[in-house]
């Protein structure tokens, strides 16, 4: 047993950064691909993009029942009858529902007032939505073996696929139609090289038997990200009725861009730890320790991200021509940037509750943070305007800690793990803002700034928490 828990120690550390490194590869393509796409399109398209994006992925929740997270977290092994049965049960209920869609796709066009090309886009992504269903199994297996690795180049080519195919039709005028267009061309793109790099054969199985003990995991599971739906994008698709799609364009830019970090670090972090935590959940010592250095790493890398992101966004906005629609969303980026650093604790640490079988308190504390969000949101929006969105979202951040609590009671939390990377991301961030209005807003100038913080960041660090550190660094290089 303990020679297993070195193994998916050394093969989850090496993962992280395998998965950091094709997130690199992935954020040049999708900061490159949606930084032209910004300056191309106008803020009325990419409303349409984002509700339509909402709406479809209303869908998603319903397409597997979290059978697939019940296969991760399984200590046995699979066999291949549980995987055809739930891949069985999956496209019914994918087909099912893109059906509804489609029968009801003439009331959602009336209800937001769309057009036919907004319509085409909504196809496209039920399309899409099927075609990401045919990848679930082979995924799950890659991800039980946390060979996470052999999905970078899958990701890659669907970032390429989208990103390109939706520049060269933007430049020639395709509007909603060329995120139309991208959708498919990444869906098709990512379902043939999921199964060139993890083969598996479709069957189906309707044996109940056979995959019915997975519903106790699966369905709380699956109605934590159906409550997580219905705080973020079912709240999204009612602010595209109550505000200007423009202004919900507006939200979405300062969205992407402070949760960027998160899906360039955490997500990769905490993919691994759900898959890593679940195998090693019998041993409180080293799951502590594992939980902890995600928390220290997570935070460590994140905060200065995004401090930078924040400074150099404003510069972009001025400096880049055709750029300037973009001022209004500067303080969307602010306030859900510091949702974006408190993530990193209450993710990694609601991953450890999954891991561990906590799915029942995980859906409890989701269906709390959902009222509060919806609550929250729409008072904000009735009393400030559209700006209460990102007061909420900062709001919800520190409603979400309350995790720590629960955390506590199963491993010990070492509170220097994100205490000190936050105190000293705050003396950077403090100081960066005091340098904008002494320099102009020229290129020359962002990087000049940006690199000041971050060698700021690395000095006040060491400073610090140097032992610790220096600590963690030993550990990754014996791991590796």
């Keep these: 047993m303990e020679e297993n828990h070195e193994i998916y120690k050394k093969r989850a550390v090496k993962n992280i950064f395998v998965l950091i490194f094709r997130s690199g590869l992935l954020y040049v393509v999708n900061f490159g691909g949606n930084f032209i796409l910004t300056i191309i399109l106008g803020l009325q398209t990419f409303g349409v993009y984002i509700l339509i994006s909402a709406l479809v992925n209303f869908l998603n929740y319903f397409s597997d029942i979290g059978f697939a997270a019940a296969l991760v977290q399984k200590k046995e092994a699979v066999e291949d009858d549980e995987l055809k049965g739930i891949f069985t049960i999956q496209q019914i209920l994918v087909l099912t529902f893109c059906a509804v869609a489609i029968i009801i796709s003439p009331m959602i066009k009336n209800f937001y007032g769309l057009d036919s090309h907004a319509m085409w886009l909504f196809y496209a992504c039920l399309v899409s939505f099927f075609l990401s269903s045919l990848k679930t199994i082979p995924s799950v297996l890659l991800e039980r073996e ?29 509007e909603v139609l060329a995120f139309a267009w991208a959708v498919f061309t990444r869906a098709i793109a990512g379902l043939i090289a999921i199964y060139i790099v993890k083969p598996w054969r479709i069957g189906f199985n309707l044996n109940f038997n056979k995959f019915k003990k997975h519903l106790k995991f699966g369905v709380p599971f699956q109605m934590n990200s159906f409550l997580a739906m219905i705080k973020d994008d079912l709240l999204t698709i009612i602010l595209g009725k109550i505000l200007p799609l423009s202004t919900l364009a507006l939200i979405g830019w300062g969205q992407k861009w402070a949760f960027m970090p998160l899906r360039f670090i955490l997500d990769n972090v905490a993919k691994i730890a759900f898959s890593a935590l679940s195998r090693i959940q019998g041993d409180k010592e080293k799951l502590g320790l594992a939980v902890n250095k995600a928390i220290f790493g997570t935070s460590f890398l994140t905060f200065p991200i995004l401090t930078i992101i924040n400074v150099a966004a404003q510069f972009l906005v001025v400096a880049v021509p055709r750029y300037q629609k973009w001022i209004p969303a500067l303080p969307f980026l602010a306030f859900f940037s510091l949702n974006a650093a408190m993530a990193c604790v209450f993710i990694t640490l609601v991953n450890l509750l999954n891991s561990v079988g906590k799915v029942k308190l ?50 010990k939390i070492d509170h220097t793990s994100y205490i000190y990377p936050a105190f000293s991301a705050g003396i950077v961030t403090l100081g960066s803002y005091q340098l904008l209005p002494y320099v102009g807003k020229t290129y020359i100038n962002m990087f000049i700034v940006c690199f000041l913080m971050g060698v700021a960041y690395l000095l006040t660090s060491i400073l610090l928490f140097r032992k610790k550190l220096f600590n963690e660094i030993k550990f990754l290089r014996t791991s590796l």
């Design 146 to 174: 946390l060979h996470f690795e052999k999905m970078v180049p899958v990701q890659v080519i669907e970032a390429l696929f989208f990103n390109v195919t939706a520049i060269i039709l933007a430049l020639l005028h395709y």
């Design 362 to 411: 995980t859906l409890k504390l989701m269906f709390f943070w959902t009222a509060l969000s919806w609550i929250l949101n729409l008072s904000l929006i009735y009393l400030v305007g559209s700006i209460g969105v990102g007061i909420a979202s900062l709001l919800m951040g520190f409603a979400s800690l309350v995790v720590i609590y629960f955390a506590r009671q199963i491993i």
